[in-house]
């Protein structure tokens, strides 16, 4: 089993993570019609006005997951065992990967099942390194049965890469290679029973150097077959590439709305990442990063309106994550409980 270090591509997609921010957006309302308008004009939403809401909570059961690079430090320190009770106690029910081993030495695949079937938590997805120059090294382009062999031993239903198609630069034909790619994995996966998914930064939303009207991630959408390529949005890079991508490089406004690329294709999107943003405008992206429900992104809005889809409530996963928390653990279990407290029906 490859740990996550031996990938360069991967290590340094992570290491890439920075401690930014989210624009919310004032254009949100025209963007969604008057329903999820009205929603939106409700404002933030805080965990306490939401426990006065009304209604079954808006992230269903078996739903709440996190991403257990937020959680990098103590899974190194503590152990995942360890990890996993504390989990468990805070009220989550899955676990992403970012590497097999995150630093714990060796740790069987076995192991691991157990260790989540012991803490009553389930494998929700795994991120892989998408290419690298090392023929050896552990991504989708040079072993994919491997990957996928390991993501089949776990009982991973998801297993996708937090790489941006950016292995044949920033041009529209280059993101059309890419997106082949990205269709031979979704096929190699839909027939070990999963789905392959791309996890977006803020970047993915920029627009091609050959073509300075398209948005790559257009093209990306376009480019595969979205019964074979889903997309893990997340939330708070698209935010933060709403803030960053809202005109075009002539200054030309080019706004959009996060949101809107989910239900245009709710199908598209069975996980994603919650992350929270505060507004401050000394900071690059005018926002930054915070534990949920101490920033600005409203998800009682975001849940509520992907809740409403058809099969929105069955079919799509949350994710906490945190790039640099203060301490992990607090993060984790502060996040947990702001997400278990939003209501459906809820007071804004």
């Known amino acids: ?45 805080t965990a306490a006005s939401a426990q006065n809401g009304r209604g079954g909570p808006l992230v269903p059961r078996g739903h709440l997951g996190i991403q257990l690079y937020t959680l990098r430090d103590q899974v190194q320190s503590i152990g995942f065992a360890r990890v996993f009770e504390e989990l468990a106690r805070y009220g989550y029910d899955q676990v992403e990967f970012a590497g097999y081993t995150q630093g714990t030495g060796d740790i069987t695949l076995k192991q691991l099942k157990r260790l989540m079937r012991d803490n009553g ?27 996928l062999d390991d993501a089949e031993a776990l009982g991973l239903p998801h297993v996708g890469t937090a790489s941006g198609p ?38 993915e939303f920029s627009f091609a150097t050959d073509r ?26 698209a935010y933060v590439a709403q803030y960053r991508f809202g005109s075009k490089a002539d200054g030309s406004p080019a706004p959009f709305e996060p949101l809107t690329y989910v239900l245009r294709a709710p199908h598209r999107y069975p996980l994603f990442h919650v992350k929270d943003g505060e507004h401050d405008e000394t900071v690059p992206d005018g926002y ?5 429900g101490d920033g600005d992104i409203d998800y009682r809005r975001f849940l509520s309106a992907v809740g409403r889809t058809h099969g929105g409530r069955r079919d799509h996963h949350w994710l906490v994550e945190h790039d640099q928390p203060a301490d992990s653990l607090t993060t984790a279990r502060r996040s947990a409980r702001y997400l278990r407290s939003l209501r459906c029906g809820g007071r804004g």
């Not at 948005?215 to 390529?229: C, I, K, Q």
Request: proline share 3%.
């Open 288 to 292: 930054r990063m915070v534990d949920v």
């Open 212 to 237: 300075p009207d398209v948005r790559l991630y257009d093209v990306l959408l376009a480019e595969t077959d979205p019964e074979l390529v889903h997309l893990e949005m997340d939330i708070y890079w």
């Open 121 to 147: 938590l389930r494998g929700i997805g795994s991120h892989v390194g998408y290419y690298s120059d090392d023929p050896k090294a552990y991504s989708f382009a040079t072993n994919l049965t491997q990957v």
């Open 1 to 45: 089993m490859k740990r996550a270090q031996d990938n360069p591509e991967l290590a340094e997609t992570l290491r890439r993570r920075r401690f930014l921010g989210v624009a919310a957006g004032a254009t949100a309302a025209g963007l969604l019609g008057t329903g999820t308008a009205a929603a939106a004009q409700a404002g933030g939403t």
């Open 166 to 203: 950016w292995r044949y630069g920033s041009t529209v034909d280059g993101w059309k290679r890419c997106a082949e790619e990205f269709n031979t994995y979704g096929a190699a996966a839909k027939a070990r029973g999963m789905k392959f998914y791309q996890h977006n930064h803020a970047e």
